[in-house]
Nanobody
C-alpha cells in the first residue's frame, strides 16, 4: 500500500507564510505528477498547484506569484511554499500523488488526509 502524509499547516496572519510538506511512502515504483488541492468550507475541492516528474509546474490563477510548488524525488516528497497569504486561502490542503506500485501496475492517485491552513488576524 501507499501512504501520503501532509504536514505544516496552521494558523497564520494575513501576509504571512507557511510551507506545507507531503511525503509518500510504501510500495512505490515511480511517482509521476504530484499536486496540492484545497477545499474551503462549503466549496468544491480545487487544484492549487501541480508539478510533473519532469519539473513542469502549473498554478491556479488565484495563487500565481504567491505560492511555489517543488519536489524532492529522493524523498518522494512535494512541498508548497505559500507567501503573502490571504484569508481566502483558508482551507484544508490535500496532497495528491500519481503512483505506480510496480513496473506493470497501473498509475493510481493517492491522497493524504489533509492539513488545515487558517489565515486570520
Amino acid at each position: 500500500q501507499v501512504q501520503v502524509v501532509e504536514s505544516g499547516g496552521g494558523l497564520v496572519q494575513p501576509g504571512g507564510s507557511l510551507r506545507l510538506s507531503c511525503a509518500a511512502s510504501g510500495m512505490i515504483f515511480a511517482i509521476y505528477d504530484m499536486a496540492w488541492y484545497r477545499q474551503a468550507p462549503g466549496k468544491q475541492r480545487e487544484l492549487v498547484a501541480s508539478i510533473t516528474s519532469g519539473g513542469t509546474t502549473d498554478y491556479a490563477e488565484s495563487v500565481k506569484g504567491r505560492f511555489t510548488i517543488s519536489r524532492d524525488d529522493a524523498k518522494n516528497a512535494v512541498y508548497l511554499q505559500m507567501n503573502s497569504l490571504k484569508p481566502e486561502d483558508t482551507a484544508v490542503y490535500y496532497c495528491n500523488a500519481d503512483v505506480k506500485r510496480s513496473r506493470f501496475a497501473p498509475r493510481i492517485d493517492y491522497w493524504g488526509q489533509g492539513t488545515q491552513v487558517t489565515v486570520s488576524s
